[in-house]
């Protein structure tokens, strides 16, 4: 697959449906970053369950109905010259959880929208989300079945819809990340204990995905490199994953961090995630995505040009500029050849206007704020 370029919109919940369903809202949200000129936008953690939502307001495709509505956003993505992903997630004992706006924590009798009642989480084990939350149900071996099955038939409708990449989910303290972490794997059976026991689930839901996806279109998966706590996830952990990932047919890993062990015990500065990347990408012989606080078009286009990482992702900086992208060519190139044809020849003209033009002949601006 060639994108146009290699800025991808990482995925970002809005928290914004109902069971599941993908509607106007998500058509403008996604679509502005392809009018925007990103090479790739992937929609946000896409549950493959209704149980394995983060929350109520989670996008869905548990079901053929979540298809059409996930097709409109795909085909608008196409036609304004961006390529379409979609990440699946389960949330495992974070599920069940409040949308950011109404606080944080679990979902509980007294805090529940109305019609919105808490949900059984599960997990690798019996081990809380964190302090206050429920213990979920340590999930049994035919139980691991279901849940790889529910990630293939995501898969598949996800081809179904049109989308170009797949990205599986195993980062940020969710249900795949749960199995690979010590701190959430206390599991004494084949799935857990030592490193290739835990890793041992996730990999079987990769290669049921690889191998219900069509060959020629990328799988890409999120990991987060360390967990938030030092006694967690390490990053010879998280390259060993990659090595196994990359046999599956693994062809890019997504590469965050944190989500379990509290906060972040590791350094943090602009770009703090990118070395993870370079890492993953060195070591284990594996393309990469690296994303973390980039906020800049020379901080993106430096990550490229140095080998740090294949793909740079942007999330936060995304949603407070949509055009990052076009923003980013023009800085880098001073031309406004990436724009839409809606807008790139008017923006153009009037660059060249603004260079011509005089000085300000108007009244003083700081004397009209003074005099307000």
Known sequence: MTLRNRLAVAPMCQYSVTDGFVGDYHLVHLGRFALGGFGLVLVEATGVTPEGRISHGDVGLWSDEHVPGLARVVDFLHAEGAAAGIQLAHAGAKASSLRPWDGSGPVTEENARPGEAPWPTVSASDVPAGPGWPVPHALSVEELAEVRD??????????????????????????????????????????????????????????AVRAAWPEEKPLLVRVSAVDGSTEGLTIEDTVAFARELRTLGVDVVDVSGGGLGGGWEHPIGYGYQVPYAATVREQAGIATMAVGLVVDARQAEAVVATGAADLVGIAREAQDDPNFAVHAARELTDAYDTYPVQAGPRLASRDRLLGRLGPWAGPDPVQVVQAS
């Open 150 to 207: 529910a990630f293939v038939a995501a898969t598949r409708r996800a081809e179904a819809a049109g989308f170009d990449v797949v990205e599986v989910h195993a980062a940020h303290g969710y249900l795949l990340h749960q199995f690979l972490s010590p701190l959430s794997n206390r599991r004494t059976d084949g799935y857990g204990g030592s490193r290739e026991a835990r890793m041992r689930f996730p990999l079987e839901v990769v290669e």
